[in-house]
Every structure is written in C-alpha cells, then in structure tokens.
C-alpha cells in the first residue's frame, strides 16, 4: 500500500462519517480515527522493518512542520527563564484556556495566581484535565494558543515569582 492509497483511504473514512476504521494486511496494520472536530489522525504500524522507514517518514513532516512555529515562540522565552518560573504541560493533549466555550479564560497575562489555581485544562481522550499552577506569582506570558495541541513538558505560561 503506497502514500497516495492511504491518503485516498484516509479522505474515504472522514467522508463516510465512520470515527474510526482498522485495516490489517499481511504486513501492514493502519488504524484511521476520526475526531468530533473533523480533524483526521492515522496511526500507521508496520511489521517489516525495511518497510517501515519510508512510511514511517511520510507522515513526520506534517507534525514537524507544525511544531516549528512554536520553536521561535519558545526559544524567546529561553531568554527570560532565569528570573521567570516555566509551568510545562503535564500530558499530551489539546491545550484549552477556558472550561467552556461560554466561559471565560482562567487566566490573562499579568493575573495573579496561588499555588493549587487553575490555569487551563489539557482534553486527552476526550478527558478535559484541570491543570493547576504548583506556584504562586504573576503571569507574565502564555506561550500556547488556545484549543491548539501541547506535547508533554511543553512550556506552558512563564510565571513571575516575585
């Protein structure tokens, strides 16, 4: 099964309406799960690994592509880290600054926070996760937009201590 085949078969799924297809041949494993927002993801797991390497490099650009505008945004901040305290994402998820659409954001950029305040919430596997500050200070940025996705350790808010 080559790139163009799967592509066709991942637009296919996401057409159809299924939330998620699971597809084994021979040596070839693809799960296709669609989300609530449209949003398609593939998880491609082959078993020959001479196979693996140039399907396996295919689907890495899209996600590397993404993650380099949020490299100049963190490297920035890199600057201010010795006088600000750096709270990072706890898990993999999607970042959200509000509990609901129709609320507002926990906090702005110059709030002041206690230690056990709510900060934002990460949903993973459609869990929404209160991520609470472990310090007390003053926002000085939010380094992630709202419903974007955060990786594990990914800073978060730059805190000021003082």
């Known amino acids: ?26 040596d070839v494993k693809i799960t296709i799960k669609t989300g609530s927002d449209d949003k398609e993801t593939a998880t491609i797991v082959q078993q020959v690994p001479v196979a693996a390497a140039p399907v396996a490099a295919t ?17 920035a901040p890199a600057e201010d880290d010795s006088k600000y305290i ?8 999607t970042f959200y600054r509000k509990p609901s659409p129709d ?3 926990f906090v702005e950029v110059g709030s002041s926070i206690k230690e056990g305040d709510v900060l934002c919430v990460i949903e993973a596997m459609k869990l929404f996760n209160e991520i609470e500050s472990e310090v007390s200070g003053k926002i000085v940025k939010i380094l992630v937009d709202d ?16």
């Not at 099964?1 to 041949?25: C, P, T, Y």
């Not at 996600?63 to 945004?73: D, H, N, S, T, Y």
């Open 103 to 105: 609320k507002p954001v």
């Open 1 to 26: 099964m080559d790139l163009k085949e799967i592509q066709n078969l991942i637009k296919f799924v996401a057409k159809s309406g299924a939330s998620e297809v699971k597809l084994e041949m021979d």
């Open 147 to 162: 419903s974007s996705p955060v990786e594990f350790d990914q800073p978060l808010f730059l805190v000021d201590p003082s």
């Open 59 to 75: 689907p890495a650009p899209q996600p590397v592509a993404a993650a380099e505008p949020q490299a100049p945004a963190a490297a």
């Open 86 to 93: 750096t709270i990072k994402s706890p898990i993999i998820g």
